[in-house]
C-alpha cells in the first residue's frame, strides 16, 4: 500500500534587528508600531482595535482583556506573554512566534494566521472557530480546549502536546498531522477528514468511531 506523504507547515525566519525599546505608554487604537521592543508591559484592558505590529519584540508582556479585535501582527516575537483572557478576533498573524506564555481564554474566532509557531506554552481555552490557518507549527503546549470547528485549515502539525478536546465540527482539513500529541476527547470525528494520526491514536478512537458509524463491538 502506497505511503501518502504529509507537507508540514513551511514557516520562514524571523530577524528582528535594531529594536527601539518602547515602555508602551503612546500606544493605542489603529496605531501601527514598527520595530519596537516591548519588555514588562502592562496593556492590560487596553484599546488596540484595529493596531498594527510589525517587526516588534514582546517580552514578559501582560495582555490580560487587551482589545485585540482585527490587530494585525507581522514578523514578531512574544515571549512570556500573559492573559487570562486574550481577546483577538478577526485578527490576522504572518510570520509570528510565540514562546513559553500563559493565555487562559484565548479568542481568536474569524482570524487569518499564516508561518506562526506557538511552543512551550499553556492555554485554557482556544477558539479559533471560522479561522483560516495556514503553515501552524503548535508545539509543547498544554491546550484544555482547542476548537477550530468551521476552520479551513492546510499544513498544521500539532506536535508533541497535550490536548484535552479537539473539536473539529465543520472544518475542511489539508495536512494535518496530530500524529505525537495526545487528546482526551474528539468532538464531530467526521471533522478529522485531511488529518493524520497514528496507530496508538486510531486504537484510543476505535470505541468512538464505531459509536459514530452505528457498530456494535461485542
Excluded at 30 to 59: I, K, N, P, Q
Excluded at 157 to 165: A, F, N, Q, Y
Aim: charged share 25%; hydrophobic share 40%.
Amino acid at each position: 500500500m502506497a505511503r501518502v506523504t504529509k507537507r508540514g507547515p513551511q514557516l520562514d525566519r524571523i530577524v528582528l534587528e535594531n529594536l527601539l525599546d518602547n515602555d508602551g505608554a503612546l500606544v493605542g487604537r489603529g496605531d501601527d508600531r514598527a520595530a519596537e521592543r516591548y519588555t514588562r508591559v502592562d496593556f492590560s484592558g487596553r484599546d488596540f482595535t484595529g493596531t498594527g505590529f510589525t517587526e516588534c519584540e514582546l517580552h514578559a508582556v501582560d495582555l490580560n482583556t487587551t482589545v485585540l479585535r482585527g490587530t494585525s501582527w507581522a514578523e514578531c516575537v512574544a515571549t512570556e506573554l500573559h492573559a487570562a483572557v486574550f481577546s483577538a478576533p478577526r485578527s490576522s498573524w504572518r510570520d509570528v512566534r510565540i514562546e513559553h506564555s500563559r493565555l487562559g481564554s484565548v479568542e481568536m474566532y474569524e482570524a487569518n494566521l499564516r508561518s506562526v509557531q506557538i511552543d512551550g506554552s499553556k492555554l485554557d481555552f482556544v477558539n479559533l472557530r471560522n479561522a483560516t490557518l495556514t503553515d501552524v507549527l503548535i508545539s509543547n503546549c498544554i491546550i484544555d480546549e482547542l476548537d477550530i470547528s468551521s476552520a479551513v485549515v492546510q499544513r498544521l502539525e500539532l506536535r508533541d502536546c497535550r490536548i484535552g478536546t479537539l473539536d473539529v465540527a465543520g472544518a475542511r482539513l489539508t495536512d494535518v498531522d496530530l500524529r505525537s500529541s495526545d487528546f482526551s476527547a474528539i468532538h464531530s470525528l467526521e471533522g478529522l477528514k485531511g488529518a493524520t494520526i497514528d496507530d496508538a491514536q486510531l486504537s484510543l478512537l476505535a470505541p468512538l468511531l464505531a459509536a459514530h458509524l452505528g457498530i456494535l463491538v461485542d
